[in-house]
């Protein structure tokens, strides 16, 4: 199909305007965060890293940064063993009501958060509340994980569907038993779709707001304390500094992530040969 000059043009003028409408409010946070006034103003008179070296000092700022890496590192773990435990039923078995679980595990990435975070302050206060349960970073990693499945989920299902069948089979009819199996055979298959997947759950979790509003208590992850310090004028230049820094923090498991799911298929991700053979045959 050859396109004339006039329709490559347009295509090109709106590709522009769909990344400046996308990317035009982060930059312009990134340029405040080098403003050497504590006020806002536009055009930025003066530059300055001055705001820099404060936002590192900041104590609560840090401790802030701490729970929320630990969240979300907590948040991927979770997600990664059930959604991938989801995912190889759904994918590889045949029993009733498979199509109804799959719905299940998506669902609540399309929930509203503020729903889902009242449904898990609900349960956490009147449920288990009464056996000692309280709110704290368990609790912060049980309501990032809810959506971070999702994610892990769709990855592995849709690399474990493009994975040839009779692999698995050809593997149990070598002798191999179920672990020998998934360790050779069907890991090597998902292991870039399990990588992928924990990346944008790290970065999911280490940004969500709503949900941790309602499953925190009196902690506060990074995006929680950006958005307190909002109301305080004079932290401004602080809070600029920290979102520039979870932009950049955000835009790196993405784009690993984007290059894993897109680049490798089944050849690369198939184990090297024999080795499940070599396997049973070791004493």
């Not at 790290?202 to 941790?212: I, K, M, N």
């Not at 894993?260 to 004493?283: F, K, N």
Request: proline fraction near 5%; glycine fraction near 8%.
């Amino acid at each position: 199909m050859v396109e004339s000059t006039l329709t490559r043009v347009l295509l090109r003028v709106g590709a522009g305007l769909t990344l400046a409408f996308m990317y035009v409010p982060l930059l312009v946070i990134g340029l405040y965060a080098f403003n050497q006034n504590v006020t806002q103003a536009w055009p930025i008179e003066n530059y300055s890293t001055k705001w820099f070296s404060i936002a590192f000092e900041n104590e609560r700022a840090r401790d802030a940064l701490v729970l929320s890496v630990l969240a979300a590192l907590g948040a991927t773990a979770v997600a990664l063993v059930l959604g991938t435990l989801a995912a190889m039923a759904v994918s590889r078995y045949r029993f009733f009501g498979r199509e109804v679980i799959s719905f299940a595990v998506i669902l609540p990435i399309a929930l509203p958060g503020i729903i889902t975070g009242l449904a898990l302050q609900a349960t956490i206060l009147d449920v288990l509340g009464p056996i000692g349960v309280s709110f704290g970073l368990s609790t912060i990693i049980v309501g990032h994980a809810t959506f971070c499945v999702v994610v892990v989920y769709n990855n592995v299902i849709a690399r474990m569907r493009r994975a040839v069948g009779s692999i698995d089979e050809a593997s149990a009819d070598l002798g191999a038993d179920s672990w020998q199996t998934f360790r050779y055979v069907m890991l090597p298959q998902m292991r870039t779709a399990l990588l992928a997947g924990g990346l944008l759950a790290f970065a999911l979790s280490f940004d969500e707001v709503v949900v941790t509003i309602f499953t925190a208590g009196a902690q506060q992850t990074l995006p929680i304390w950006i958005f307190a310090t909002l109301a305080r004028p004079a932290q401004l230049p602080i809070v600029n500094v920290v979102a520039l820094f979870v932009i950049l923090v955000s835009i790196v498991p993405v784009y690993i992530a984007s290059r894993l799911a897109g680049g490798a298929g089944l050849t690369s991700d198939r184990p090297p040969r024999g080795a499940v053979a070599s396997e049973l045959q070791a004493p």
